[in-house]
């Protein structure tokens, strides 16, 4: 089965760390580019950052120095750590992968990451 399995989120206050993980299953993980969304409410879903098949990572203007995207290949796994959390980063978080050719995308579940004192 093709999937993508978030965790680690949760409540946070602000100033604080959460590490997001996103397991892939049922494909070749080590061949996409793995990417992190997140929608706000009332938002639009937004790229906050991804990493390359070849590692190198990518990251929005709003969270670049404050979060690492990484990946562990024979894990299957991308991670998202997020230090200095802000308020408006609130949001639901999502990894994503983009199978070019099928056209289509695959998501997790989301998990809800939460920065309020």
């Known amino acids: 089965q093709v999937r993508l399995v978030e965790s680690g989120g949760g409540l946070v206050q602000p100033g604080g760390s959460l590490r997001l993980s996103c397991v892939g299953s049922?494909?070749?993980?080590?061949?996409?580019?793995m990417n992190w969304y997140r929608q706000a409410p009332g938002k639009e879903r937004e790229l906050v950052a991804n990493?390359?098949?070849?590692?190198?990572?990518n990251y929005a203007d709003s969270v670049k120095g404050r979060f690492t995207v990484s990946r562990d290949n024979q894990q299957s796994t991308a991670y998202l750590q997020m230090n200095n959390l802000k308020p408006e980063d609130t949001a639901v978080y999502y990894c994503?992968?983009?199978?070019?050719?099928?056209?289509?995308?695959?998501w997790g579940q989301g998990t809800q990451v939460t920065v309020s004192s």
């Open positions: 049922g494909f070749t993980f080590m061949a996409y580019d």
């Open positions: 990493i390359t098949s070849d590692f190198l990572p």
């Open positions: 994503q992968v983009f199978f070019r050719i099928r056209s289509q995308a695959l």
